[in-house]
């Protein structure tokens, strides 16, 4: 019975979507699911509408309320320019940043925005072509803009699209704005939206962009002399078929690095994304030919951006010579070390600096900031609220590093959200200061286990797809809330933090505190008497419920990587068992 009422619900909202307003193309989408007898992809498309998420609104390409269609991104458009003119209210000269990457339909949704903006009176600068995120986001703080909106959908697969929502200070929007942008989409109606342009308040941007977003990358560097000695480090990039293509290459010489190689067949613009399976650089499969050309020319390392150049990969040799893809959490520890050593080596680190990184990032970072006094914050996921730190303490304190385990980092503040260009050339600048050494950033990660202990991290994916999925996710963090593990992997579960009424058990005395967050968030974090930490959560952008597991262990040469390695690697397993996973 419940599922017919659903049915009935999907099918009233999808016969709206026969009417004039929408366009042929669009109708006869709607009704082949209308005429389908398994109403399945009928519901899919229709049980609900798009919502921002930790990273904005994000969906399948279609026909459909739950779809990424120039409708949807015309009444979020609306709904959005509606909000911006509430919230700056007698303001004459409102603007806005409109970019996007190299995702099929793209540059029609980003013209579809642009074109909205305009029709309401709000002043919309127009990237030329595909362009980084970091640079839209750059491009809202150096323009003055009130808001902006980049079409991607980052690492997701091919059929995704997507549209990021950003705030005057260049970070995507938090509450209240966030909730304020959704509470005026709803009202909107496809007969709303302002479709007609109004072509005297569009202005298209380029060059001189680019140009002053590479200067501004620059302030990342820490040691020119370690570069300028290293010049001919061999580097191989991948730019996964996106928006890095350019002013990666041109970041990087504009550091001093001569020796810097592409990887020709992902140097293509194609939404399709052909040389891979997914175009998400926590993939290893996406990295295969990166790692290909680089054995062939004898590369020290290669690097790769996702679609739009906000994450980056790193593939190291390892102590056999082979290749090895450097994690999320790995990378993020290592530009934390190397910003601390160098700076502090350098005279450049100031007791007001601090670093940021989420809660299901690596603890090893907060070991390195804690044993060299400084200060480390952590932050719900999502750059946004790496971004809401920075900004809160702006003027008062410098922030100098930020990451989280998913492949994202930020070097410096003139971005408020993942960088990989600015990451891309540290990391090279780490490689070679490590190779000034005789060292390979392989040796460098050694070096820091030796010094603060070995972790290992591993995310746990569980993807539960359409309206049946969406409902069991729920459930799982009902019944985990309910039923808290006792023990996880055999180690006793001492702590217990539940970000959703913000309260901290412990579980040996039973005394329950406070925790301090600027919100609630839908997360579960249980840590063990040995140092394991488990941290679960739905995805804000995917139909996923993820688990980020982290084991500890004592390194007591390089070359017991190894054992802790497979020792980790037993733990996890034993993990997943007491999960249920």
Known sequence: MENEELIKQCTEVAKKWLSPAFDEETRAE?????????????????????????????????????RMNKYIVGMATQGFANYIL????????????????????????????????????????????LRPTPEISFAI?????????????????????????????????????????????????????????????????????????????????????????????????????????????????????????????QMVVDGNFPTVVSPNPENAEAMTLGMKLGTKLNADLVVATD??????????????????????????????????????????????????????????????????????????????????????????????????????????????????????????????????????????LMQIYLEYGFSKEHTINVTKPGKSGADEIKQMMVDFRNNPPKELGGAKVTIIKDYKTLEQTDTVTGNVTKIDMPTTSNVLQYFCEDGTKVSVRPSGTEPKIKFYCEVKDTMKCAGCYEGCLENATKKIEAIKVSLGV
């Open 30 to 66: 709607v009704q082949a699911l209308l005429d389908n007898e398994d109403k399945t992809p009928l519901i899919d498309a229709f049980y609900q509408n798009l919502e921002f998420g930790t990273g904005g609104l994000r969906g399948i390409m279609g026909a459909g309320t739950n």
């Open 86 to 129: 509430k919230a700056f209210p007698g303001r004459t000269d409102l603007s806005v940043v409109v970019g996007h990457d190299c995702r099929n339909n793209g540059r029609m949704f980003a013209e579809t925005v642009a074109n909205i903006f305009s029709a309401n009176g709000i002043k919309a600068y127009l990237f030329e072509s």
């Open 141 to 265: 703080r150096e323009l003055g803009a009130q808001a902006g909106v980049n079409v991607t959908a980052s690492h997701n697969p091919r059929e995704y699209n997507g549209y990021k929502a950003y705030w005057e200070d260049g970070a995507q929007v938090l509450a209240p704005h966030d909730t304020g942008i959704i509470d005026e989409v709803n009202k909107v109606s496809i007969e709303d939206v302002k479709f007609e342009p109004n072509k005297d308040l569009i202005e298209i941007i380029g060059g001189e962009m680019d140009y002053t977003y590479m200067t501004a990358v620059h302030e990342a560097l820490i040691d020119q002399e370690v570069i300028n000695r290293q010049k001919d480090l061999n580097i191989v990039y991948s730019a996964m078929h996106g928006t890095g293509r350019v002013i990666v290459p041109l970041c990087l010489r504009s550091w001093g690095f001569q020796n810097i190689h592409v990887v020709p067949e």
């Open 307 to 444: 679609p739009d150049a906000d994450r980056l990969a790193i593939v190291c040799r390892d102590n056999k010579g082979e290749w090895m893809i450097i994690n999320g959490n790995q990378t993020a520890m290592m530009f934390c070390y190397y910003i601390i050593k160098n700076k502090k080596a350098l005279g450049q680190l100031k007791p007001t600096d601090f670093l940021v990184k989420t809660i299901v990032t690596t603890e090893v970072i907060a070991e390195i900031a804690k044993k060299n006094n400084v200060e480390i914050r952590d932050c719900y996921t999502g750059f946004k609220w790496i971004a809401r730190e920075i900004a809160i303490s702006e003027g008062k304190q410098k922030y100098i590093g930020g990451g989280e385990e998913s492949f994202g980092f930020l070097p410096f503040d003139k971005v408020r959200d993942k960088d990989a260009p600015a990451s891309i050339c540290l990391i090279c600048e780490i490689a070679a200061w490590a190779k000034d050494q005789g060292k390979t950033l392989y040796d460098l």
